[in-house]
């Protein structure tokens, strides 16, 4: 009963769906009252935190828990106005009802995934147990992309095992140098998000109506972020296209915004 869209597993549309809520949350806030999007942003917004709760992803709400408190910092007068409540209490209470109608099967779901000491959970966790081996090995390139599976096949039995970790695959198949570079990449975007709510705050002593576009944005995509990169600790997603169409929508934020001179 857990959907998964069209990515093939739960967690992966869990972990996903951490990009739009994060996203469209700080930019429904400041919407004005009579914006013809405002009621529909709330109705979507909604919908997605109930999918969220729906794939029974600890990942995804971890990732949604991190990106949420980045944002809990610049739009904390917001955590206690109508706008905010009213969409997560309406989906809480959905939920809610929906939980009750069928309360022993859903004990039964939710007390699955919250066990920590499940196969499940040992598989994401012992993972990392490959790390110290490989930097020892072959500390400066790694195994080489794809080829976690190949190496550890003797060990797993299987042919298409892999690290269920993005930080495991980045560190195992291109060693120290290959963490570095991306490790660079990404701090560079976070720079060039920084750059984007400078240039929010600038718009705003301008009294430039487009800062309550670009300032909101800002912070959404940094939320996003860094709740990905959280979520990812235990997943794959930030090798999938999706993430990097949205690192490109990220880093086209200051260049877009900047005012023509």
Do not use: C
Request: hydrophobic share 55%.
């Amino acid at each position: 009963y857990r959907p998964n869209a069209l990515t093939g597993d739960p967690n992966h549309l869990g972990i996903m769906l951490i990009v739009p809520l994060l996203i469209l949350t700080p930019v429904y806030l400041r919407l004005e009252r009579d914006h013809r999007l405002r009621r529909r942003l709330a109705l979507l917004i909604a919908f997605l935190l109930a999918v969220e709760f729906a794939t029974l992803s600890r990942s995804g709400l971890l990732g949604l828990a991190i990106g949420a408190g980045v944002l809990a910092f610049p739009y904390r007068r917001y955590l206690t106005t109508r706008a905010l409540i009213v969409p997560v209490a309406s989906t809480l209470a959905v939920l809610g009802a929906i939980v009750l109608a069928r309360l022993h099967f859903f004990e039964v779901v939710i007390r699955s995934r919250l066990q920590t000491g499940g196969g499940s959970s040992n598989v994401h966790l012992q993972v990392y147990d490959f790390v110290p081996q490989i930097l020892h090995s072959h500390p400066l390139f790694g195994l080489g992309l794809n080829n976690f599976s190949l190496y550890y096949e003797f060990v797993t039995g299987k042919t298409n095992w892999g690290p269920h970790s993005f930080y495991v695959s980045l560190i195992v198949e291109t060693g120290i140098v290959g963490t570095l570079l991306f490790a660079s990449f990404l701090g560079w975007v976070f720079a060039r998000l920084r750059a984007a709510r400078a240039l929010g705050r600038s718009l705003a002593l301008a009294r430039d109506p487009l800062a309550a576009r670009v300032r909101p944005l800002a912070w959404g995509v940094t939320a996003a972020l860094a709740g990905t990169m959280a979520a990812n600790a235990f997943y794959l997603t930030m090798q999938f296209y999706y993430f990097y169409a949205f690192l490109v929508l990220a880093l086209a934020i200051p260049a877009v915004f900047r005012p023509s001179r």
